[in-house]
């Protein structure tokens, strides 16, 4: 695991300004504070820090192939890298290392671009061919590893994060007026824009090579859900489930540093441990966290009885509201863009107690994009099967229901009303996101005048139906999936593991959304996922015997975070101060009205923790107020 940059000249230049790729490594040096290297030439500076994983003594970046006519600077794990390397030998390739960054140069020099193919695992990695003056950057297929780049006048730059981009002072600050828009929608912001204009993200999956001042950009991979999917003997299928799963954690457990657990006390992360340790005869480490409080829900007995399931070696922590409180503005400073995940604040502290004790965490994220373990599918799954059955019975239905909804108080019942005679790719943004949200059904309330003419909310939700339009004709279950696969995934769950755990320089890995388990859940019939009212069926009796019934059975939690609690009691005055402050509504955005009327409200505290994280964004990364990270 490390961090990667680079700046390359757009054509043949008198020289790259290599201090400056020096500052920018140095800006990343969380991510990779054992070693550094630099590739120097005329037209091109590659950097790398490095977290060595793999290969301690000889894998230093950047590396080149035999006659060091092609450089490869490489963040992330290679998992089948022994396998390629075998076959690379084979071929008559001279390999100097034991690293797994050293079998892309080679597969470039075989394959060319379509060296991706080849690579199961997490990465983004810079290329420069010396031969043909080409850069070549890439992302894994699902996105685990970020990321950015920009073109500038005369030059493009790359790196892991932003904020070593912002170190060239000829990179503008200009924010997107747009993407603020479309993070409220979304409470994080999906596809390959940021908030900042002109920085970009390369999405996953896709490939961006310069060549003779020329930038192209080509998608590699995409998630392919079966037209007829795979409906035949459950036990078979689960069976095959068990040993791609059983053979997925054995290769991420290829380590030559010690390797942990991180356990939510839920399903999928007992299930990783339980394989874990079938992988290994050394005790196997797991960490936990709970919050100071008994009103709010704890965790931690469950993530007990998951260790004392395994034998794992078990370690626990406890975090406050003051804790909470202290890290907003490094966890912005962090994730470089206002992303609503509170979740984040607990993983940050609980990966600082794992990183005292081994260097690379396995967690049990991805199992309910993949295999559809979110409530919200079930839900909405039977309510696009309601509407199919009633036909041009399902508005008067809606009606109907909605009365009964506000006769009897249930929100659920008035929120589903509404969904009986709305299709449901003009509905469904993400796991997050609805057109029914506070911030979508409130903007000419919230927004200013002159913010509102800045943005079109339209433009915003374009990609989830640009989404919706590739799996046309596809189940309602798959095409929520396919959604949240290229949308909340990637810009939402990964960017928090990622970000929040190299700022302990600690790598997280994430078995279940290894490329092969999601082509293969992509290929299942909705039942296998969704059955009756139990979801990720066909991964829970996957499970059955291997974990406890006690976790098995429980309604899903992961981290707890009571953020709603602690923003109406001990940080009530700290969130009011900073959303109401002078500077905050200085920014143009909102009107202070709208904004009191939310702190005063109820039920909006992820609206409100949006809010604090996009200020708090401002302060950082515009106002220069970086001595507060």
Known sequence: ????????????????????????????????????????????????????????????????????????????????????????????????????????????????????????????????????????????????????????????????????????????????????????????????????????????????????????????????????????????????????LRETVRDHMISDVPVGILLSGGVDSTAMLGFAVEQTDKKVKSFTIGFEGERFADERPFARLAAEKHGSQHYEMTIRAKDFADFLPKYVWHMEEPVCEPPAVALYYVTKLAREHVKVLISGEGGDEAFAGYQNYRNLLWLERLKAGMGTLAGPMGSVLGSVGRFTGSERLTRYSRLMSVPLQRYYFSRTASPYGYF?????????????????PNQSTEIVEALFARVAGRDPLSQMLYVDTKTWLPDDLLIKADKITMANSLELRVPLLDHKVLEFAARLAPHYKVHGFTTKYILKRAFDGRIPEAILNRPKTGFPVPFETWFRTDLNGHVRALLTDRRTLERGYFEKRAIEQLLNGNGCASELFCLVTLELWHRLFLDGERAAA
């Open 1 to 244: 695991m490390c961090g990667i940059c680079g700046k390359v000249g757009l054509q043949a230049a008198p020289g790259v300004d290599t201090g400056l790729v020096r500052r920018m490594m140095k800006e990343l040096t969380h991510r990779g504070p054992d070693d550094d290297g630099i590739y120097i030439s005329p037209q091109a500076v590659l950097g790398q820090t490095r977290l060595s994983i793999i290969d301690l003594n000889t894998g230093k970046q950047p590396i080149a192939n035999e006659d060091g006519t092609v450089w490869v600077v490489f963040n992330g794990e290679i998992y089948n890298y022994q396998e390629l390397r075998k076959e690379l030998l084979g071929r008559g390739h001279r390999l100097a290392t034991q690293s797994d960054t050293e079998v892309i140069v080679h597969l470039y020099e075989d394959h060319g671009d379509d060296c991706v193919a080849w690579l199961r695992g997490m990465f983004a990695f810079a290329l420069w061919d010396t031969r043909k003056n080409r850069l070549l950057i890439a992302r894994d297929r699902v996105g685990i590893k970020p990321l950015y780049y920009t073109q500038t006048k005369d030059a493009l730059l790359f790196a892991s994060e932003i904020k070593s981009i912002l170190l060239d002072p000829s990179v503008p600050r200009d924010v997107n007026p747009q993407a603020i828009d479309r993070f409220l929608t979304f409470f994080y912001l999906p596809g390959a824009e940021t908030l900042l204009r002109g920085i970009q993200k390369l999405e996953p999956g896709h490939l961006l090579s310069l060549e003779g001042g020329r930038i192209q950009i080509r998608k590699y991979w995409d998630l392919q859900f079966a037209e007829t999917p795979v409906n035949g003997s459950f036990t078979a299928v689960k069976e095959e489930l068990v040993e791609l």
């Open 440 to 456: 979508n059904q409130n903007r000419d309330a919230l927004y200013s005048s002159g913010f509102r003419q800045a943005v079109n």
